[in-house]
């Protein structure tokens, strides 16, 4: 399918009921809203669409809705959040899979403080050492400067004893105002490409957390949904594997790639050459969220 160039979502609005909106770098920059894109939820919302926000936070939705808020982002501009950080927590909680049931309950928590709210479970027990642990619950990295290189000893120690490790957050990166941080995906990926971790991922691109927020807009006709967001390994991805129609957002994490300041858009060869290179083909692609 060729993907199609849109300047804005307006002439979308008759085709969909729900929209699914990614967060950071689609609708904020993790400072503040992204310009229109308000705007673009306001309009979404005046035309009866449903919109729906589903964030790769390693937060719980409380947690994500609090984050937004201080960002600026209205709560009677959306219907529903999943992040996750929600998808871990519970994972953790109900333990309804072997994998999970296994875990043990003490964990080794590698995340930023602001992140220790994922530790407020009943079936966990926060410990101080790997040599304690009987799991890894990975958030992301501990300051915003730190780099996979300091996380190296910390992971061939777990890798030593066979810890298993959950990821709450499965981006590799993200763009805070204008500089890229890791986040919890990167450290995960570490783990098991150079330790032979085991890993469990939880959030987008895997289908559970898309399986949950269609079940939370009450099962619309996949047809008649969108999926909105910056990520061909996320956003993309996961909208592909659950069947469900997606627009890239270029002016988000991949715009360097694409040769693009945000907001301005890229040459067409660049963005198909981008998308094989990936095996993605989102049927649109747009500057920004923005109505036109």
Request: aromatic share 8%; hydrophobic share 40%; net charge negative.
């Amino acid at each position: 399918m060729k993907t199609e160039f849109i300047t804005g979502f307006a002439p979308l609005a008759a085709s969909y009921d729900a929209f699914v909106v990614d967060l950071w770098g689609t609708l904020h920059n993790g400072i503040e809203p992204l310009p229109g894109a308000l705007d673009c939820l306001e309009r979404l919302k005046a035309a009866g669409k449903s919109v729906a926000l589903l964030s790769n936070a390693p937060f719980r939705i409380d947690a994500v809705v609090t984050v937004i808020d201080k960002i600026g982002v209205p709560r009677e501009l959306y219907d529903c959040v999943l992040s996750s950080g929600e998808m871990a927590w519970r994972a953790v909680a109900e333990r309804t899979d072997p994998w999970h049931a296994a875990l043990g309950r003490r964990t080794a928590f590698i995340g930023s403080d602001r992140h220790r709210s994922m530790l407020d479970n009943p079936y966990i027990e926060e410990v101080g050492e790997m040599a304690d642990a009987d799991f890894v619950m990975c958030t992301g990295p501990r300051q915003a400067a730190d780099t996979i290189e300091d996380y190296g000893s910390e992971l061939a120690e777990a890798a030593s004893r066979e810890l298993p490790m959950i990821c709450a957050n499965p981006d590799r990166e993200v763009i805070r105002g204008d500089q890229r941080e890791i986040c919890a995906g990167a450290i995960a990926e570490h783990y098991e490409t150079s330790f032979g971790g085991d890993v469990a991922w939880h959030g987008k691109p895997y289908r559970p957390v898309f399986d949950e927020m269609m079940r939370m807009l009450g099962d619309p006709p996949r047809a008649r949904v969108l999926m909105v967001g910056d990520s061909v390994h996320t956003d993309i991805a996961g909208a592909k594997i659950t069947g469900i129609d997606a627009a890239l957002v270029c002016g988000g994490i991949h715009a360097l790639a694409l040769g693009i300041t945000p907001g301005d858009v890229p040459e067409t060869s660049v963005l198909e050459a981008f998308l094989d290179e990936h095996g993605q083909s989102p049927r649109y692609a747009a500057a920004r969220l923005r109505w036109d």
